[in-house]
């Protein structure tokens, strides 16, 4: 057995595609709260209102927020070690902008923390995943204004001094790398109109600061807080061996993969970034003690999420392949199966992306999202056989467990939506991660309730074994 006797098992979720309770006691409006549902074809809509007549998916999510309890049970009954799941701000702080924060939110997070504590799980707080308060993107522009940074650190020292004694591990944002693509202009840095490369890096500048900024507070609040980066890890082969695809792959890399973990591991920008904004016109506006900042304010350990790798060639051919769902141009790799999303699975590329990362950082790792979006079919008797869903996990884990053997020091392994909520991208329910099912469709029809899957019982025995009885 090559796992760590304390090795984290657990699961992972993010305050708005579960929580629901989108208006309940005194919470305000999230950016997610403003989407409408999409699908694979579909993208989701942003509207500026909250239409009455209109379906806005994440306003129930599943309602974890009246059933945390029975939730939270299940994922001890799994053995769970650890959950990881992230604050809604504008629970905290409706607007953002407050200096005082709402006691009903916070008081929220006690009985959750409580909770955890009740079956001896560790929580793992994510202090914002995309789900900035809306005002703060609609007066302010978001991170793209130097004054959301005061008000997130406002936010993440609300938290480290309310539960300094409940909570541990800490992220501060989610899969911050997507701040490099159009996607993340909206969701992550909060930018609601134009959106360029101009923008969206100051954009990042700033929440490079907010980041380090709360982890030196952090530390200073409780010397154990483990405060780390979260980044979206799309491993990216070069096409061919081709040195020209070889080198065009090694560009995306550094640029998608690379860039916010120097930073927050590192304390500072890499040279190839410099490159990039000089050669680009990008100019990065740095104020006086920013640099020491960043230096200051360096992660505990590194954290990804992992669902699938991508191709990158010099140039497309007409006939290669565009990956489905892709978000930045990469092309399919004829040895790799997709899910129904069009997601490469790739669980060799996750014993790839550990050594790759630990030799890069050589800080604790832990994979804090990981796992398959699929269709469940729920049988008569209410079973759900995802086998699937279980040959994903297993041949993750195997390569984790490779990685362990190789000397990677990974700490911690949190499957992502380890109950089923509502999709991030596509604002569907039929996009299902869970070990347990939850009754709602794509239309917010449903009882809400739960139940177990197959994969359920099979984690189960995968965390009681450490790992070994795969
Ligand atoms: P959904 C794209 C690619 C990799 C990770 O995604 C991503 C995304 C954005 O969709 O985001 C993370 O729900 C994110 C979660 C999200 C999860 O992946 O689109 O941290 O909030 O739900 C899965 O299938």
Redesign the pocket.
Known sequence: MTFPKNFLWGG?T?A??CEGAWDVDGKGESIPDHMRAGGLHKRRVMTPMIEPDGYYPNHDGIDFYHRYKEDIALFAEMGFKVFRLSIAWSRIFPKGDETEPNEAGLAFYDKVFDECKKYNIEPLVTIS??ELPYALAENYGGFANRKTIDFFVNFATTLFKRYKDKVKYWLTF??IN?GTLP?GGR?LLGILGEDDEQRRYQALHHMFIASAKAVKIGHEINPDFQIGC?L?Y?TMYPLTCKPEDVLASQELVKKLNWFCGDVQVKGKYPYYMKNYFAKHGIQVDFEAGDEEILQEGTVDYYTF?Y??TSCVAATIGESDDRVG?N?FGGVKNEYLETSE?G?QIDPVGLRFTLNELYDRYEIPLMIV?N?L?AVDKVEADGSIHDDYRIDYFRRHIEEMDKAVEDGVDLIGYTP??CID??????G?MS?R?GFIYVDKDDEGNGTFNRSKKDSFEWYKKVIATNGADL
């Open positions: 992972a993010a708005n595609q995943h995309f989610n899969e997507f996607m969701n979260m979206a799309i999420s669902y699938m769902g978000l999303w997601w999202e796992g979006g992502w939506g909520l509502v999709s991030g991208g596509t569907e996009k991660y």
